[in-house]
Structure formats: structure tokens, C-alpha cells
């Protein structure tokens, strides 16, 4: 059976040029679950989609009678299209696009609810991702690994970032082991090196409300070739203290698969230590870059413009907007975990 690698397709770097983002529109259900959640959660979506749109075409999956609220708050020039929906993190349910130069084409991941939780549905949001790969004209590869988009972070270059508690949890995983994993990682996004990280953030696991057991794209993620961006937690009364600092120091003593020893800008967290009765797993490395920008979380916090400045000296080239992400992450994730970039071929 062919793969992604094998026909010559690979998945480019985020800052590489996108035809468009996709989005997925919150809709009632167990993250949202009462009017005034789902309202607020709407209203943070339409804003990320907003400030997306200045920069690149937007599209907004829909559940099915939803589109036209969803163009009330969401203005002129974001497309929605309809299809079931269980959930509204396009990153973890849309499909990973790849590219060979010529031809679109996308990975559909194995998805079970991040790893089958209890709050968790996704009979829906296990199909989007071939939705949304026949809606943008891409070839489809199906992979049996159970993956999302929030756990892989790739340098375009042949390296891709990794968690332990992810790839390789017996809640999504179970008997498959590294080697095993990374083969067909490195078959379905054409890389050759994986890193790894231990773990996640604190507050991304049981009890602290909805997690992903670890997600990468909250920790650290390639902001070039050879330099990656990295959560730093200052506060050592906060768990990710040492989280963070054993990451760091993993990712300072890594190469890429070019070989070239990793450049690690440290970010440090918000000062907030806690949310919603939790550790806080706020974090501006959940940012995305879209055409032109990089659209950062804000948390209404003092470390907000450290953040903005640490990222307009990383990419002098593009605007740093920063959108107000509390909501978002109440819900389990950030800015990253609810766009999905399709390049431009």
C-alpha cells in the first residue's frame, strides 16, 4: 500500500504559504453545556476566525442548521459549509494537509476522542477529517495510528515533534511501541526524525478538567528550522515548573534531522497559576501563523506583550495580533487547536 512518504508528499513547516484555515463551529455538547458557555465559546471562535480572515481565507465546518447563526457573528468573507459535527477542535478532527508541489493531498488519523474520555464524543468528528480532505480536492491516506494534529509539530525540514503520553498511551495506542510509531508517523508526513517529549502540561491531564493527555502544541513548537519555541513556567509553586524545565533541557540537547543542534527560545507562562479551580495550562506557544501574522493567545496578563515581543523579533516579517484565548482554553485548548492550515500547493 502506497504512502503519503512513498509518493512524495510531506507536511510543510506552518509558516509555509496556506491557501486557507479551517475551523470547526462550537455546537451544543459536553464542552459546552449550558447557553452561556456555548455563546461565550462561539463568540472566542468568531473572533480567532475574524483575525484569521484579515490575513487568509477562512472556512467554518458547521453542524448541520447552524450556518446561518454561525455567519452572524462571524461576518463577511468566512465561508461555512455544513456537515455533523460532535466537537469544534479542527486542528485534532481535521485532516494533517501535505503537499508534493503539484497535488494536495491529507493524512486522516485514527480519532477517538482523545483518547476515548468520558466526556468525550466523536462518532461525528471521526469523519471530518475525509470531509474535509474531499472538500479541499486533497488525495486522502487513512492511517490506523490514533493521532491529532495538536499532538505533531513539524520543522518542514524532516523533523517532527512528539509526546510519550500521546502517541505511545495505551489509551490510544496500546502495544504499538516507539519504533513502531514513528514509522508510520514518518510514512503519512514524509519526516525521517522524531524528538520527544516526555510529557505535557499539568493541566492538560485528569483531573483538571478537558485534556488531551499531553498535547505537544501548548509546549513547544518549531518557530524555524533549528529553533523552537518552548513554555517555561517561572513559578515554582506551579507543577509545570519542572515540567518545563526538564523539557527545555531535552530540547537544548537534541538535533534536528539535518543534524543542527536546537535553538530553544524559552516563553514564559501567564502568571496566573490557576483556571476554572485548576493548574493553568495557559500558554502562548499555542499560537498559529497564519499568511502574513501570527495570531497569539492573550490572557489579559502582564506577560501578554513579553510573549508579543518575544514573537515580533522571531517573525519580524509578519503581525503579531493577540486574541483573547481564556475561553478557549477553558474548553481544553487554545488558538492552535482550533485552526488547521491547508498550503498553498
Not at 49 to 76: I, K, N, W
Not at 90 to 102: E, H, K, Q, V
Request: negative net charge.
Amino acid at each position: 500500500m502506497s504512502t503519503p512518504a512513498a509518493d512524495g508528499f510531506r507536511m510543510p513547516a506552518e509558516w509555509a504559504p496556506h491557501a486557507r484555515t479551517w475551523m470547526a463551529w462550537p455546537g451544543p455538547n459536553p464542552t459546552f453545556d449550558d447557553p452561556d458557555g456555548l455563546a461565550a465559546a462561539r463568540a472566542a471562535w468568531a473572533e480567532v476566525a475574524r483575525t484569521v480572515r484579515r490575513f487568509e481565507p477562512v472556512t467554518m465546518v458547521c453542524g448541520p442548521g447552524q450556518s446561518a447563526h454561525a455567519r452572524t457573528l462571524l461576518g463577511p468573507g468566512v465561508e461555512t459549509v455544513e456537515r455533523d459535527l460532535d466537537d469544534a477542535w479542527m486542528r485534532d478532527i481535521g485532516p494533517t494537509f501535505l503537499t508534493n508541489g503539484r497535488e494536495l493531498a491529507a493524512v486522516d488519523w485514527t480519532f477517538n476522542g482523545w483518547g476515548a474520555q468520558a466526556w468525550a464524543r466523536w462518532e461525528h468528528d471521526a469523519e471530518i477529517a475525509a470531509h474535509v480532505a474531499d472538500l479541499a480536492g486533497a488525495r486522502r491516506y487513512a492511517s490506523d495510528l490514533v493521532n491529532e494534529g495538536g499532538a505533531i509539530h513539524v520543522d518542514g525540514e524532516g523533523t517532527v515533534l512528539l509526546t510519550e503520553t500521546v502517541q505511545l498511551g495505551p489509551e490510544r495506542n496500546p502495544g504499538r511501541t516507539r519504533a513502531d510509531v514513528e514509522a508510520e508517523i514518518h510514512a503519512m508526513l514524509g519526516t525521517r526524525k522524531a524528538i520527544w517529549l516526555p510529557r505535557g502540561l499539568t493541566g492538560d491531564y485528569p483531573p483538571h478538567g478537558f485534556g488531551t493527555l499531553g498535547h505537544v502544541d501548548i509546549v513547544a513548537a518549531f518557530a524555524r528550522p533549528g529553533v523552537v519555541v518552548a513554555h517555561v513556567q517561572p513559578d515554582p509553586a506551579h507543577p509545570d515548573h519542572e515540567v518545563t524545565r526538564e523539557v527545555v533541557a531535552l530540547l537544548k540537547a537534541q538535533t534536528d534531522a539535518r543534524g543542527r543542534r536546537l535553538r530553544v527560545v524559552e516563553v514564559p507562562a501567564p502568571t496566573a497559576l490557576e483556571a476554572d479551580g485548576h493548574w493553568a495550562d495557559h500558554s502562548y506557544i499555542n499560537h498559529y501563523l497564519c499568511n502574513g501574522a501570527v495570531v497569539l493567545c492573550g490572557f489579559d496578563d502582564p506577560r501578554d506583550e513579553i510573549a508579543a515581543g518575544i514573537f515580533r523579533r522571531l517573525f519580524p516579517e509578519r503581525t503579531v495580533v493577540l486574541v483573547d484565548a481564556r475561553t478557549i482554553f477553558s474548553g481544553g485548548g487554545g488558538i492552535h487547536c482550533v485552526t488547521q492550515q491547508q498550503p498553498t500547493i
